[in-house]
């Protein structure tokens, strides 16, 4: 029976994944929904130990869930594994590529893998190498390669069965900004060119913003979905970040003068407010601290995370990360 076009690409119910510890149980993924539809770009945003790379697995059918239901392409990953299998391109985070062999050998063993006949595999590779600009190193084997061409040759790869969803779990982790933004040029004419529906795992907040929807993992629970001018949209606040002679005293002063609740997040002290044109001549006058630097930003996917999880991305990754209060909310 021929695929439904109707259906959504990815549909996930209560899905949970749980590990048993010295200390009881952890909860990578607690009971998660999501909808992807047909030929979008997906994100999934969130720091290291979010939960997103469980779940990108078990959408792939390399672990089973403990709790509920995901269906890729309309088909369940527990029950029909190899339909799903043989419907989706998966990049990992890590480098998997045989850099012995050369760029084109590396794609015939995955096209042989799927069972693609030889003419028919040669089409394909021929197709996924002009798409990913690597054509005329096709014979050079990938010890040769930078990163970024590495990364354009597992991206190719994946797309060499023709899959309907393709997973990329970190796909630019490592690379040069440079590099990065090639990547998505890459990624964006080929959603252009076949309508694939890309699902993408990053804590770059840049990159989230190339995602037609965007969900933010956090503790294993999504704490907010939707599009990214959306989701900036509902902060709903100017951030102004500000550098001071006595981070502590100011802000105590910011609360007690102010009425607003501050932090420090990346050496800076930082606050929300509806309109911060008209906040920052208060903290001159007001606050009785000396104040170095003051910048305003309007919303971005960086407040929207500090909103709804109290911190920013790049504290949560680091590892003397501290996080402070920030008016979040669930």
Known sequence: MPDNPRAPAIEVSGLTKSYPSGSGVIEAVKGIDLRVETGQTYGFLGPNGAGKSTTIEMLC???????????????????????????????????????????????????????LSRAEGARRIDEVLAMVDLADRRHDTVTKFSGGMKRRLEIARGLVHAPQVLFLDEPTIGLDPQTRAAIWDYLHDLGRRTGITVFVTTHYM?????????AIMDHGEIVAEDTPE?????????????????????IARIRERLGIEAGVHEGQVTLAVPEGAAVVPRLFTELGVGIRSVTVNRPSLDDVFLTYTGRTIRDSDGPQGRSFPFAGRR
Do not use: M
């Open 61 to 115: 059918t390399i672990r089973n869930p403990t709790s509920g239901t995901a269906r890729v392409a309309g088909y369940d990953v527990v029950r029909e594994r190899d339909q799903v299998r043989r419907r989706i391109g998966l990049v990992f985070q890590q480098q998997t590529l045989d850099v012995q062999l050369s760029a084109e050998q590396n794609l015939r063993f995955h096209a042989d893998l799927y069972g």
């Open 206 to 214: 840049d990159e989230a913003e190339h995602c037609d929807r965007i």
């Open 230 to 250: 959306a989701l900036k949209s509902s902060v709903g606040t100017d951030r102004i970040a500000l550098r001071t002679d006595d981070d502590e005293l100011a």
